[in-house]
């Protein structure tokens, strides 16, 4: 069974980085051919594809967020991670983890309440 689980903090300041990991059971997030993303809903909107993680290494980012962007792996704790700079209260959403194959969205994380506020 595999399963995802979010961390980071729930608080974070506006202008600062908002980091967030994703630690991983079941399965290695380097075996193929699963991908592994990070999605966001905030409050009374849709999901927000925000990057992904794949396989073999390579990341890429929605490019309306690129800039503030960095998804990165740790492969010996199983785990990924993100990271987004310069918050502010529009970053405020539910942030998930999810695993996919290029098909399918295969598992999601419960989700985790990231608030941007002074």
């Known amino acids: 069974q595999v399963q995802l689980q979010e961390s980071g903090p729930g608080l974070v300041k506006p202008s600062q980085t908002l980091s967030l990991a994703c630690a991983v059971s079941g399965v290695r997030i380097a075996s193929n051919y699963y991908n592994w993303n990070w999605i966001r809903q905030p409050p009374g909107k849709g999901l927000e594809w925000i990057g992904v993680?794949?396989?073999?290494?390579?990341?890429y980012s929605n490019p309306s967020l690129k800039s503030r962007t960095s998804i990165s792996r740790d492969t010996s704790n199983n785990q990924f991670s993100l990271q987004l700079s310069s918050v502010t209260p529009e970053d405020t959403a539910v942030y998930y983890c999810?695993?996919?194959?290029?098909?399918?969205?295969?598992?999601w994380g419960q989700g985790t309440q990231v608030v941007v506020s002074s």
């Open positions: 999810a695993r996919e194959n290029g098909s399918s969205w295969l598992d």
């Open positions: 993680i794949t396989y073999s290494g390579s990341s």
